[in-house]
């Protein structure tokens, strides 16, 4: 029996990902602030794999607290955690909501991980596993027109190959893997737009929708491919997913700078 926890799983990439998860078996729990779509998601994968498949935990990532009793719920229920996806994040770059952003996409993500070294490392008793965080390909590229939420997702993307690393694993047994999605529709995060921009200037803002994303990826091709990456994905390792085709691993070059550690 594996466990899985997903973050973010009510809507969009995480949903898609709970349904997979199930459907090879795993145990799934889901955690996200948006409650109804969450507890219809679960009673679904309880009725089509059998009760006890999946758990609804009602969980605000930029809560510790919040966060820390999902963790354990998932314990009290299972036993044991084997892996992590935490999905849950939002765009907001608006003068009100940017804070947010940071809360949630970024002290969600290091929230997560630091608790998935408690729950699930051998340092602690564990039995090791996979932490999985989903972060965007927007943490590449400049990007003017999103410089908040791009930042928050380069943060994700820093931190989990800091996390990946040999002498990290050494000590914990958890791989750390950064997934890096290209633009997707069918989800919820792109909702309300014209509010969530960092200038609310119409030229500033229609190269981000003079369609240069081409057509969009479904949720559901994103959600495989977290699968493939869970299951192929080396300590560490950075993958992206675009057009709709499966996970693509990305080597990032190395700039030489003299060693830390
Ligand atoms: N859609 C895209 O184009 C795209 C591209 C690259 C990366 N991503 C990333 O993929 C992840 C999933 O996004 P999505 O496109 O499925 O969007 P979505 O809005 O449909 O899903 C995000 C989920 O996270 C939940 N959530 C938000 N704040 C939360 C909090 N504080 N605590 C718990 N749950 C919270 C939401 O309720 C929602 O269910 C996000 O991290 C997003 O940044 C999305």
Redesign the pocket.
Known sequence: MKVAIV?????????HLCQRLAAQNYKVAI????EK??LDLCNNLNQTYGSGSCIFCK?????ETSFKKSFEMTIKEWGKIDILVN?????DDSPEGWRKSI???VK?IISGSLLAIQYMGMNHGGNGGIVLN?????AFPVCPVLPI?SST?AAILKFTRDMGTEHQYQLHGIKFITM??????G?????NSEKKFIFNDENFVKPFYAGKFGV?QS?DN?AQGIMESLHKGENGSVWMIEDEKGARKIEIPEIKVKEFV
Do not use: M, Q
């Not at 969980?59 to 809560?63: A, G, M």
């Open positions: 973050t973010g799983g009510s809507s969009g990439i995480g949903n955690l996200d602030v948006e779509d969450g969980c605000d990532v930029s809560d999905n849950a994040g939002l765009w809360d949630v996409n969600g989903v972060a965007s390909i927007v939420y997702k890096c999605p290209h633009a997707t529709g989800s919820k995060l792109f909702r969009l949720v994103v």
